[in-house]
């Protein structure tokens, strides 16, 4: 468990380096963020927090995909919010469908839904430190970010990892849409970024994702083959060869 600021602490798998994040409020109780991955790790997760003397008081999941809507027994029965575009998408015969293409054999694990936000909640309902909901539509439907203020840290679910490229979801407009919320996670200048998949980034490093991140997408754009250090990973290269064909796809129709 690593403290990334005062009251935020960021726990990372091996399994894709998928990240769940707490944020503390000072009489402990917890605002957790997309917890993953494995059961035992969720366990693992809630048990840490029992034995500094914290509690779950409430969850937030960043967007309807699988890895992002985990929760457990082992949990409590909190609010689990999410946007209301994102918790009609959270089907479980989709969640399910995701779970067997992207990692078979996945002890299947999820306790109820999520709780869908007022659509126009600007923050999640809890008591702990401001957390913000930024939508950042483009990967999933109702993605959002959380934004810390006071703490200076940004919960960016799927967007400006180290570790994937942009994944776009499946609108028409998904590409323009994911670049208007690059923009829009630049424009907060976090202090601390804390991507879905990937490592912790000061706000150097941010910076230079939201540039790694937007030359990728001009490249998908043109048909340009990019040059993007993150296409290495086997996994990650066929994400991006896929939905080149896709948007290849789509213009030459």
Do not use: K, N
């Not at 999640?124 to 959380?146: D, E, F, I, K, N």
């Not at 810390?148 to 799927?158: F, K, M």
């Not at 919320?181 to 202090?191: E, M, N």
């Amino acid at each position: 468990m690593e403290q990334v600021a005062r009251h935020v602490w960021v726990v990372t798998s091996p399994t894709w380096l998928t990240t769940s994040t707490l944020v503390v409020d000072d009489d402990g109780a917890c605002l957790l963020v997309d917890p993953a991955l494995t059961p035992e790790e969720i366990l693992a997760l809630e048990q840490e927090v029992s034995r500094r003397g914290w509690h779950v008081a409430a969850g937030f999941s960043t967007h309807p995909h699988w890895d992002h809507v985990l929760w457990s027994a082992a949990l409590p029965d909190v609010p689990r919010w999410a946007t209301s575009v994102a918790t009609d998408a959270a089907t479980a015969e989709e969640l399910t469908a995701q779970a067997s293409r992207d990692l078979p054999g996945y002890r299947w694990d999820v306790i109820g839904g999520t709780t869908p936000l007022a659509p126009d909640t600007t923050e999640v309902p809890w008591t702990g430190p401001r957390a913000v909901v930024v939508p950042t539509p483009g990967h999933a439907p109702g993605h959002a970010s959380l934004h810390l203020p006071e703490e200076g840290v940004l919960i960016a679910g799927d967007m400006l990892s180290d570790v994937e490229v942009p994944l776009l979801d499946d609108a028409p407009d998904a590409l323009e849409e994911y670049r208007h919320s690059l923009r829009r996670l630049a424009d907060l200048d976090p202090r601390v970024v804390v991507p879905g998949h990937g490592r912790v980034a000061h706000r150097w490093v941010g910076h230079r994702r939201v540039h790694a991140d937007e030359r990728y997408l001009a490249d998908l754009a043109a048909g340009t083959p990019p040059h993007d250090h993150r296409l290495a990973d086997p996994r990650v290269r066929a994400d991006h060869e896929s939905q080149m064909a896709l948007l290849s796809s789509r213009a030459g129709g």
